[in-house]
């Protein structure tokens, strides 16, 4: 098949890309600059650009584009450009799908912050969005909406709910890493707030399988089954690496200093990949001590 992808140099466009081709699939890269090569086109989803041809020649679009979350401190200016980075290039794919006479697959990162801070409750794709508000929450909603041009036109989109994804590489996790190795990881808040990951295999595998899978349309969490809470992903963390988790790092302090980012540490997402899992998606890594592995690997 061949993919047309926005964000292919990124944590998840690079690893998808190189499973890509390992699967014999041809894959063009969005790029922002003059195209270099056969591989690669050039867009401005700013201005509302992307070569039409390139998305009547694709089987699968996919957006995996974004600025990186983890910064200190947050501007105005950059959570903008980190909003924009997602909003405004779902959009532009959107609509130049809605445009084409092909209608190719469309497969929109999204984030389990859709769903808020729900404590125990167990989230699927059909529980409500969140109410509380948040930088991240509103995000995803925006986000998911810019969608809809594509799936109004009738083209198959799935929108991927992606949970932390754990490798020693990626931003949510390489930060974690060091600290925790370094013997000063300890759980945040009081522990119990479920933290919802996959590993960046099982990411790629599905990402893959959404995109091939015909049948496949509509909200899917990628999110390993059974999701541990902070305090077992701190425990099974420190236990790995061998290092101490006394180091408990209390919830207002957090608020106070990283207000943006701490709902993201101190909310619950409990969340269960039924959609997936009920399409016959089977994860290599499905514990939290399989994940941890992979990721430390």
Excluded at 226 to 252: D, I
Excluded at 282 to 295: C, G, S, Y
Aim: proline share 6%; net charge neutral; glycine share 8%.
């Amino acid at each position: 098949m061949k993919f047309v992808i926005a964000g292919a140099t990124g944590f998840l466009g690079t690893a998808w890309r190189d499973h890509l081709a390992r699967e014999g699939h041809e894959v063009i890269r969005l790029v922002r600059g003059e195209a270099v090569s056969q591989n690669e086109s050039h867009w401005d989803p700013h201005r509302g650009f992307v070569d039409p041809a390139v998305i009547e020649s694709a089987d699968v679009i996919a957006n995996v584009a974004g600025a990186s979350f983890v910064r200190w401190p947050l501007t105005e200016s950059y959570k903008q450009m980190f909003r924009d980075s997602r909003v405004v290039t779902t959009r532009t794919l959107a609509d130049a799908i809605a445009k084409s006479a092909s209608k190719p697959v469309f497969l929109a990162q999204n984030g389990t912050s859709f769903y808020g801070d729900r404590g125990d409750e167990v989230l699927t794709e059909d529980s409500a969005p969140g109410t509380d508000g948040t930088f991240l929450g509103e995000i995803t909603k925006a986000w998911q909406e810019a969608t809809e041009p594509a799936a109004v036109a009738g083209a198959r989109v799935c929108v991927m709910r992606t949970a932390a994804v754990l490798h020693k590489g990626g931003s949510a996790f390489q930060p974690l890493h060091l600290i925790f190795k370094s013997g000063l990881g300890g759980p945040a808040g009081n522990g119990k707030q479920y933290f919802a990951t996959i590993s960046l295999t099982d990411w790629v595998r599905a990402a893959t399988f959404l995109a091939t899978n015909e049948a496949s349309r509509g909200v899917y969490n990628l999110s390993a089954p059974n999701p541990s809470t902070n305090e077992e992903f701190t425990q099974e963390l420190g236990r790995m690496l061998h290092r101490p988790t006394k180091l408990r790092v209390p919830a207002l302090p957090l608020r106070k200093i990283f207000p943006e980012l701490s709902p993201e540490i101190l909310s619950s997402f409990r969340v269960e990949p039924a959609r997936l899992l009920a399409e016959g998606f089977v994860f290599e890594h499905p514990t939290l001590n399989a994940r941890l592995a992979a990721a430390l690997t």
